[in-house]
């Protein structure tokens, strides 16, 4: 099968394009030719635009006749419009959404793909808006696509995000021996899923007859704690750390990008229902245990720099300094 990745450079398409390649699949992708942390297989055609120049990207798409395509770029109802004129004769279209459209509001736990969604940020409601384009596509033309919204989907690129912040400044603290921070109690749950994980899910979804206008949650069962993925973290980097708790309306009230995705979501206690992925993907189930996943884009990391230096971060030093500060008074009045 010809398959057509708009993407195919970045955290999750890499993985998909090599899970494409393993299954003897021949492989396209359409990026700007901005991202290249782990270079592609030769094997892989690699075609250089910007998805919002319109017209031209929906004419090298038509001009290309894929047989499926994958979207991991489209955020806005225009993005999901032009996928529409751009591959009108697929087998599949998989388009990558998120979570996020659900917000942080949920009457029952795990949250399943019928729950409402109340989705809060701009990133969420354009997902959101995009998905609905999509499927009145199916519902009224037939259109066949298939929906998939990750939660966190960790890997090389991404590399290891914390309870406070969506990168890996974490590891760097652990290292200098520097408390880590989580939000609130870092007993609330989060769903941490590899990306070769996530990618035998998208290759999975572009075949399976049963994922043809479907929309599914992309986790696996249960969660992790954010203290359990933060512990096993300064484990492996073989430390010892206290991990802190900062309350979440104190992060909200400094506000600002860095605590951003602590305020949005990692805060809340909310997780989804992996079962109906589950139940139409049969084969499928996450195969990379945690602590190996960790350990693997630790090594990646180190071995290319890009754990960002927690000396650069001093508001975290002076919030872990005043924490500590709290904890001694409490120990001290008990
Ligand atoms: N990572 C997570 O935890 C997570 C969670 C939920 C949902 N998601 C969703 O997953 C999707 C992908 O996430 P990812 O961060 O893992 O990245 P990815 O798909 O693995 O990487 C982004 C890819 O798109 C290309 N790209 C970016 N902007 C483009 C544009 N305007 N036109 C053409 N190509 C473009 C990048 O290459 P160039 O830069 O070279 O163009 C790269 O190849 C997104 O839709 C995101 O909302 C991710």
């Known amino acids: 099968m010809k398959v057509m990745i708009v993407g195919g450079t970045g955290n999750i398409s890499t993985s998909i394009v090599e899970a494409l390649l393993v299954q003897g699949h021949e492989v396209v992708c359409f990026n700007r030719g901005q991202t290249s942390a782990e270079p592609l297989s030769a094997q892989v055609r690699q075609l250089h635009g910007d998805r919002r120049n319109r017209a031209s990207f929906e004419e090298q798409m038509r001009s290309e006749k894929p047989d499926a395509a994958i979207d991991m770029v489209g955020f806005t109802a225009e993005d999901a419009e032009s996928d529409l004129r751009a591959f009108p004769a697929v087998e599949r279209l998989v388009f990558c959404s998120t979570t996020c459209v659900y917000g942080v509001e949920a009457t029952r736990l795990p949250l399943a793909e019928d729950a409402p969604p109340h989705p809060f940020t701009g990133y969420g409601q354009g997902k959101l808006a995009a998905e609905r384009v999509l499927r009145a596509a199916w519902f009224q033309a037939g259109y066949p696509v298939t929906i998939l919204r990750p939660s966190s989907t960790y890997g090389n690129q991404v590399g290891l995000i914390g309870s406070i912040g969506q990168n890996s400044v974490w590891l760097d603290r652990v290292k200098k021996g520097k408390p880590v921070l989580v939000c609130g109690s870092g007993n609330n749950p989060h769903q941490f899923l590899h990306v070769r994980d996530a990618a035998a899910a998208f290759v999975g979804a572009l075949q399976a007859p049963a994922c043809l206008g479907q929309v599914y949650n992309l986790v696996g069962p249960g969660f992790t704690e954010w203290n359990t993925w933060h512990r096993t973290g300064i484990e492996l980097l073989g430390r010892q750390v206290p991990i802190l708790g900062v309350p979440l309306d104190l992060l909200q009230a400094l506000g ?77 009045e008990n």
């Open 256 to 332: 600002g990008q860095r605590f951003g995705y602590a305020c949005e979501i990692f805060g809340y206690n909310i997780y989804y229902d992996g079962s109906r992925l589950a139940r139409d993907l049969p084969g499928w189930r996450p195969l990379v245990p945690l602590a190996e996943g960790m350990r693997e884009v630790i090594a990646w990391s180190e071995r290319h720099g890009t754990i960002p230096d927690s000396d650069a971060y001093p508001l975290e030093d002076r919030l872990a300094q005043a924490m500590l500060a709290l904890r001694n008074i409490k120990e001290q």
